[in-house]
């Protein structure tokens, strides 16, 4: 399928010809089928009629438009169709013909409910990927449990280790992190089932939950607890390595100075004009290092409050210290390396304008992706889909209209 993006410009992507169904809401499953849309995959969202998508709903919004619905549908056809309604989940049933690819996220079971499990779907296209995103998974003793990223995030284990020691356990930067983890999974899932399908001719059906996208990202986490049987504990900003942490300048600012290394650790005291400190014993050492932990950070402490923000990083980089400014937004907006590689990208739309969001990851020298449009009004290509690809007549239509089965 090809694409007018934004530029005027024809867009045929790396995924042309693979066609997606969207039943999904919020954001997990259908940041997935956003990631394939951006690399050509025709995706089609569905909506509940007359009230669309929760996820229109939530957040900030400009002109009467969600912002995260915005950036996180953008590239798809909109549709409408009731999945409960007998008669809606016959038209599903018939999408489901056309397209490699189904993504839904509803409580396990729920599906099979409105006659649309993966054993239904199979036998009507036994090509079809069924990608299965909930909180706690398709199969256990929790799995009809509802679920959100916050909730996961809690049970995966993430939330523990957030915050400080004396002090309750926060939110690990953004609820929706695990919502994120899923989606990406998820869309690596679907390009292996899609190279299985090719070798075998079989589609397959994908189960992921919220929770171990999550517990997957936990680094040792579970092979020291079973090896040793040390639980993990909130540490603040602290690493495993020592000068490892988020230190204050002189100007009020926050730099994250990363010293995972005895030989940066000596580059670091080199620019601290104190290099004696890399040759001695009691820090030349990791191991040393992380005895004296909070006696190191003190003196990195009190150093990188001697110097202003640009010209403690000025420094650092000179000598090849890992360090950055900890940005907020603001400061992302404004910083020239952002600038210069696009990770902020200006979209028009007719109802925001100009806009500028998160840009394609990743960048293919090749095949890049593309953002052609911001997410669909409430079943826009209702025609388009219904009438040019299922052949509905304008009766049809209406009567279905009229009914709220789209």
Known sequence: MAYSDNGGQEFIGPLNGIRVLDVATFIAAPFCATLMAEFGAEVIKNEMPRRGDPLRELGEKDNGVGLIWAQENRNKKGITCDLRDPRGQEIIKRLVQTCDVLIE????????????????????????????????????????????????????????????????????????????????????????????????????????????????????????????????????????????????????????????????????????????LGQDARYSTMAARVERREEVDTMVSEWTQSMDLPALVSLLDSNDVPVSPINSIADIFENPHIKARGTLVEVSDPILGTIKMPGIVPRMSESPGRITSLAPALGQHNEEIYRGWLGFTEDEMDRLKESGVI
């Open 105 to 276: 996220n509803f409580t396990p079971g729920t599906m099979e409910g409105w006659n649309l499990g993966y054993e239904e779907l199979k036998a009507i296209n036994p090509g079809l990927v069924m990608v299965r995103i909930s909180a706690y998974g398709q199969t256990g003793p929790m799995s009809d449990k509802p679920g959100f990223g916050r909730v996961a995030s809690a049970f995966g284990g993430i939330t523990y280790l957030s915050g400080f020691p004396d002090r309750p356990p926060v939110n690990p930067g953004s609820p929706t992190i695990a919502d994120y983890a899923a989606g990406l999974f998820a869309a690596f899932s679907v390009m292996v089932a899609l190279e299985h399908r090719r070798n075998t001719g079989r589609g397959q059906c994908v189960d992921i939950s919220l929770y171990e996208s999550i517990f997957r990202l936990l680094d040792n986490l579970a092979t020291v607890y079973d090896k040793l049987g040390v639980v993990r504990e909130r540490r603040g900003s602290l690493g495993h390595a020592v000068p490892h942490d988020h230190y204050p300048t002189g100007d009020g600012k926050w730099v994250a100075i990363a010293c995972t290394t005895d030989a940066i650790f000596q580059r670091l005291t080199r620019a601290m004009g104190q290099a004696d």
